[in-house]
């Protein structure tokens, strides 16, 4: 299938097999020079090839929060790959104007959607499991959760495709229309 965008084309080699190594994902992404669309993100991920050996190098966890490493970053696009422990989950966020494509990797993803109005404050819209294979995208103005459910009794791992990359992020809390700022910063050093 060929894949392009209406900034970029993929060259004919990568498009012959109709899929993606991960390197060659990751190449692409480095080529962007303005953001790719979240159809197209969402395209590339679902098409590449990634195996255990590809996630290695960003494979970690830690006790108390997940864990989310870089695999690359201009300023069109970031992908990232986040490991997750049982019960460990995102803050009820948005994307601040970006838009982002996630893959699970390995284990359950579970999500949940929210919606906002400003004179009820933020409500539970809907919630839904995501199995290893599953690729999913949030458009703006998207505010979600993502977690790995307690009850898994498994570790997640996910890869992040966010175009622009993620700067600060709106966090919202339950029944309040009250909207924090959040900046993850929490790359290993
Ligand atoms: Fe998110």
Known sequence: MPI???ETTISPALT????????????????????????TIRTWLANAEISPLDVEPYLGFKEGNYWRHRVCRNEAVEMLVIC?????????????GSHGVVRVHKGLLWESIFSYEEDRGLSYSSGRECPAGTVTGADVPDIHQ?????????????????????GVLNTYKLGSSQIDLYTPNDFPT
């Not at 012959?16 to 159809?39: C, D, H, K, R």
Request: proline letters at 11%; charged letters at 15%; hydrophobic letters at 30%.
């Open 146 to 166: 993502l977690g790995n459910p307690d009850a898994s009794g498994q570790d997640l791992v996910t890869v992040h495709v966010y175009s622009p990359p993620l």
């Open 84 to 96: 997750w422990r049982p019960g460990q989950k995102t803050p009820i966020h948005d994307h601040n």
């Open 4 to 6: 392009s965008t209406t």
């Open 16 to 39: 012959a097999s109709g899929s993606f190594t991960f390197s060659e994902l990751v190449e692409q992404l480095n080529a962007q020079t303005s953001p790719p669309t979240l159809e």
